[in-house]
């Protein structure tokens, strides 16, 4: 009789905790989805930005001087200023083949972004009426060059590129020894070199420092105006560099746990900890200087970081207990 009585009970309390886990999973589920469409959102805001802002570098400044820009925009204008084809239509045109590229490469909703984007930059240029802001050279190659690469810049934080020079560059460093990097300047010595030739050592010269100003642009977009550095530590005093870094500068930091190997002292076997933080290029000498305070004789190691995501690397809060 009580068995009978339980079954029923036990079911019941089956079925409960089945809906409970049933209903977390919706939630997590559609939280999952207003992140993806906030993302997304953002995605799009950034693309338009920077769809606007090459824009404006291009119709402003540098089409209506002959100025010229590297990668494949730089092809798309010298291309245009000699064959009047519009450059609308060469933009889309010349970008095709890497879109292709970028979809086998890296990923379909990259390659739809970029599809998006350089549609849009399209249009822009055809139909947005920019004004012509200045005819003075220096300004025109800096300032093309800034709002230039200001929109590359954008277009890459929102997921996409405008200009398909990097997915090449990307894709054939895979293949071969070279950087991406060494590609890239390796292609932009071509179209400089057939711009010398095809308007004037001069327009050429320009177009470099448009380049030049686009390519830092870029860079200031994508890493940002702190430039995070990656410092390594190895102290016998590690503790107390834990603390210093903790309290004094508030930054996370990750310890390693390693040994000491060759150094002035010769060859040990020294069970150590191994600190590594990531703080800005502004507190490089606060930090190296309260580290040769606790340890004059710590190893510090220091690297470039183009990026970061996750973690705690903003300045940290610690409860007084």
């Known amino acids: ?3 009978s009585l339980l079954l029923p009970f036990s079911s019941f309390v089956k079925s409960d905790r089945q809906r409970s886990i049933e209903s977390i999973r919706k939630r997590q589920h559609a939280k999952r989805l207003r992140k993806e469409a906030v993302k997304n959102l953002k995605d799009v805001f950034l693309i338009l930005l920077g769809v ?3 824009a404006f570098g291009l119709k402003g400044f540098l089409i209506e001087n002959g100025f010229i820009d590297g990668g494949v925009m730089g092809i798309s204008l010298l291309t245009n200023g000699q064959t009047k084809v519009s450059l ?3 933009i889309i045109l010349f970008n095709l083949p890497f879109l292709f590229l970028g979809y086998k490469q890296i990923s379909k909703a990259f390659s739809i972004k970029s599809v998006l984007a350089i549609t849009l930059l399209a249009i822009a240029v055809a ?3 920019y004004p012509k802001v200045t005819s003075d050279k220096v300004l025109v190659a800096v300032f093309g060059g800034f709002f230039l690469g200001a929109g590359i810049g954008l277009a890459i934080r929102g997921g996409s590129v405008i200009d398909g020079t990097e997915v090449l560059a990307i894709y054939l460093s895979r293949k071969f020894s070279l950087t991406v990097g060494d590609f890239i300047l390796m292609f932009n010595i071509v179209i400089f070199s057939i711009a010398a030739y095809l308007l004037s050592i001069e327009a050429a010269l320009y177009s470099i420092l448009t380049y030049l100003a686009a390519s830092k642009t870029v860079d200031f977009i994508l890493e940002g105006i702190e430039e995070y550095t990656g410092v390594t530590i190895i102290s016998t005093h590690s503790q107390q560099i834990m603390h210093m870094i903790q309290n ?3 930054r996370g930091l990750t310890v390693y746990t390693g040994r000491k190997g060759f150094g ?3 060859l040990s076997n020294q ?3 191994i600190i590594f933080t990531v703080i800005t290029r502004l507190e490089i000498n606060r930090l190296t200087a309260e580290v040769n305070r ?3 004789r710590a190893f510090i190691v220091m690297q470039s970081i183009k990026d970061t995501k996750g973690g705690m690397v903003r300045k940290i809060k610690l409860k007084e207990k």
């Open 271 to 273: 069970h150590v900890d």
């Open 248 to 250: 004094k500068l508030e």
């Open 127 to 129: 139909f947005v009426p």
């Open 294 to 296: 606790i340890d004059p």
């Open 88 to 90: 609308s239509l060469l």
């Open 52 to 54: 606007l802002s090459a």
């Open 1 to 3: 009789m009580t068995a």
């Open 264 to 266: 002035k002292s010769g």
